[in-house]
């Protein structure tokens, strides 16, 4: 039988605090990581796959992303997406875009029917609406508290997101990340997850999602600066953990998701969790929101 290479992880954001109960959102993952498992055994493309998944991770209302997304400072939920294929280098983004159910799939939308690589706020709006995207009809019901978040966090600097990184069996990479960004942000603030290189990186050797405060992985160069290492000879773990020290010296904590051409897994982060799950063609799956 054809021994056939995939591997897969997805991240539900690093804001995940200590001491409360994740055992929902650890079950959906868990759920969800069998679910691109049958399908990357399947030989779906691993670009599917992501776009897929993070659409789930939209759509439950148990992440900051999609659904379960907060208002900003002005009381508007302004949403963050981006997709990108390794093999092709193509990849799409919409930034502060408000009320849409799928940014992720408007996202890929962009990469696949427009020369662009991003677009925001009304403009991005007016193009998911001519795509005929879902729009939510009633945002006050719409939205809801996800798992882990308390309304007093609604007021502090709470932050999540959510992505998954994939390698399918015919050795293509795909990233992909949505956020609702971090709780009470200014109107029109645009964090990393919208952002090629930052937030979303994938290429012919490695896949890469970002959680985090954005403002402290943008200016540590984020998913590219790990790609770049590890093309350079870096081992994954070593490249991850220089981008994450990086965001430490800044002030900064989050996690990263990434897999390479080989099959290769790394979830790390120097937050106090990150709610995340992996299954690989050779390890056992994992699933975990605490301990390294
Ligand atoms: N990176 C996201 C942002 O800054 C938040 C997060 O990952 O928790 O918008």
Request: charged residues 20%; negative net charge.
């Amino acid at each position: 039988m054809l021994n056939k290479t995939w591997a897969m992880a997805l991240h539900g954001g690093a804001g995940a605090v200590a001491g409360r109960d994740y055992a929902e959102t650890e079950h959906h993952l868990e759920r969800l990581a069998a679910d691109c498992r049958t399908r990357l055994e399947d030989d779906a493309p691993a670009l599917d796959v992501v776009e897929l998944a993070v659409r789930e991770l939209e759509s439950c209302g148990l992440y900051v992303a999609g659904r379960g997304s907060a208002p900003n400072s002005a009381g508007h939920v302004e949403l963050d997406a981006s997709i990108m294929d390794g093999r092709t280098r193509e990849a799409g983004a919409v930034a502060a875009l408000r009320d849409f159910a799928s940014p992720v799939s408007v996202a890929r939308r962009v990469m696949q029917k427009t020369p662009h690589v991003l677009l925001a706020g009304p403009g991005a709006a007016a193009f998911a609406r001519r795509e005929g995207f879902t729009e939510v009809a009633d945002p006050t019901n719409w939205y809801r508290l996800p798992v882990g978040v308390t309304i007093e966090d609604v007021d502090g600097f709470a932050h999540g997101t959510v992505g998954a990184v994939a390698l399918d069996t015919s050795g293509a990479l795909a990233a992909a990340t949505s956020t609702g960004g971090t709780f009470g942000k200014l109107e029109g603030r645009v964090g990393d997850t919208p952002l090629i290189g930052p937030g979303t990186w994938a290429d012919d050797d490695i896949a890469i999602s970002c959680t985090g405060i954005g403002e402290h992985i943008i200016r540590s160069g984020g998913a590219a600066a790990i790609a770049f290492r590890f093309r350079s000879g870096l081992a994954l773990g070593d490249a991850v953990d220089e981008m994450l020290d990086e965001v430490a010296r800044l002030g900064g904590d989050g996690g990263i998701i990434a897999v390479t051409r080989s099959g290769e897994i790394a979830m790390h982060y120097n937050s106090q969790g990150m709610k995340r799950a992996s299954a690989s063609s050779s390890t056992d799956p994992v699933v975990r929101t605490f301990e390294n």
